[in-house]
């Protein structure tokens, strides 16, 4: 059965475990130590004394010779004996201090020094501390590898309560990238408590849920209108066309209807990109189709020259090297369609020249141009240009940036030397 309480709960308990079994064993550590030193010292301290009462015996067999304990040296002086002090003693006041001097055998030991001053005394006491200093070495030496073993503990007792803390996160992760795997949605708050991950399991069910309803709508868009648009598109194409065929049609009248056969051709053409754009968004670019590029741009220019309006603008397609791209037409004569197009309307006068290079299109004019630190922020949805006139949206270059993030194309705007700006639409795979 899973447990119910929450995940902060169980955070607190285990680290109040771990820090209470812990110090806990630390302190079982220190006294046990402690206790095993101190035993140790009075032991090595009691088998030394009785050693030296029975050298000393050895040494004076007879029963009144004094044995006084060799642990402590005690001296005192009478007035009239100070100068008999040792030297090295005689600077020192009441007190205790703590010296080293040579004890037996002649080594270098630490001691503590006693000493009482008073006019008619002068009173030593001196004791040998080398076994306890012994003994707070061996104490240092025993923390220390104290120290490191629970560290290692720690770190293992840690990792295991860190495990057992996250594992419904881990298990939570587990889920979502099995999800993003299989493409099938399971429901994941069922797998976990009533808790923090339980919460954001039914969380992700609900974001989950509203976005596959999403999906679907999406969907249903497409195809409603891909159905409901293409039809009249047809019908309009189809008596354009037929109306073309008039033989009693005037100048004026043609031109119009040829007006209408470009608009509706523009689009169809645009309708299919961006059914293209929403499906292959979700399922990668759609390719099998080889574009004439060259041929893309002529039909675009073409398109756009009733926009000229009687301006004195040249509109010139220079091919100076045959390119072709495996993408649909529709697609490419969009983005092409939405370069070109701009440059021809921001062109009071002067000259539009499309360039078809190796791998890539330029399309120069002779406009008003635009700053270089705005040239990146005019692919953002609904940012236009400071000389953009007109209702337009600013949809048209995000929707040139999106198709060629979908295709790995790369476009870009800058501004022209001696005035204007030059737009490149990029078919080479970027790296």
């Not at 109040?16 to 010292?41: C, H, N, P, V, W």
């Not at 041929?295 to 220019?301: K, L, Y």
Request: proline share 4%.
């Amino acid at each position: 059965m899973q447990s119910r309480r929450k995940l902060r709960s169980r955070i607190f308990v285990s680290f109040a475990l771990f820090g209470l079994a812990l110090t806990s064993l630390f302190a079982a550590a220190t006294i046990y130590m402690r206790a095993r030193l101190e035993d140790q010292l009075i032991n090595n301290t009691l088998q030394r004394e009785v050693e030296n009462f029975v050298q000393f015996k050895q040494a004076h067999p007879e029963p009144d010779a004094l044995w006084k304990l060799s642990t402590f040296d005690a001296q005192i002086y009478s007035a009239r004996k100070f100068a008999n002090v040792p030297f090295a003693w005689q600077r020192y006041g009441t007190g205790v201090y703590d010296i080293r001097d040579f004890g037996e055998g002649g080594k270098l030991r630490p001691y503590k020094l006693a000493v009482y001053k008073d006019a008619g005394y002068w009173a030593f006491l001196r004791l040998d501390v080398s076994t306890q200093r012994l003994s707070e070495r061996q104490l240092i030496t025993a923390l220390g590898f104290a120290v490191l073993i629970f560290a290692g503990l720690s770190m293992l007792i840690g990792r295991w309560l860190s495990s057992r803390v996250m594992s419904p996160v881990s298990d939570l992760a587990r889920r979502l990238r099995a999800l993003r795997r299989t493409g099938q949605f399971e429901p994941l708050a069922p797998h976990f408590a009533d808790d923090e991950v339980g919460e954001l399991a039914a969380a992700l069910d609900d974001y989950a849920q509203r976005l596959t309803e999403l999906v679907q709508r999406d969907r249903e868009f497409n195809a409603d209108v891909s159905h409901e648009l293409r039809t009249p598109l047809a019908v309009i194409a189809t008596t354009t066309e037929l109306l073309l065929n008039a033989p009693d049609l005037s100048d004026k009248m043609r031109d119009r209807l040829k007006r209408m056969e470009r608009a509706s051709r523009q689009s169809t053409e645009l309708i299919e990109a961006l059914l293209l754009l929403s499906r292959a968004e979700r399922s990668g670019p759609i390719d099998g189709e080889s574009t004439d590029i060259a041929r893309v741009c002529a039909d675009v220019i073409d398109s756009n020259r009733p926009h000229l309006g009687g301006r004195p603008v040249e509109v010139d397609l220079l091919v100076e090297s045959p390119l072709a791209v495996n993408a649909p037409s529709s697609v490419v004569a969009v983005a092409l369609n939405n370069l070109i197009g701009n440059a021809i309307k921001y062109t009071p006068q002067g000259e539009v020249v499309v360039r078809v290079q190796d791998g890539r299109v330029l399309v120069e004019d002779t406009g008003p141009g635009i700053k270089a630190e705005d040239a990146e922020k005019l692919f953002q949805r609904g940012v236009r240009g400071e000389s953009a006139t007109g209702k337009g949206a600013g949809l048209g270059l995000a929707i040139v940036r999106r198709l060629c993030e979908l295709y790995g194309w790369g476009v870009s705007l800058r501004p022209r030397e001696g005035g204007g700006a030059v737009a490149t639409l990029d078919f080479q795979p970027r790296r």
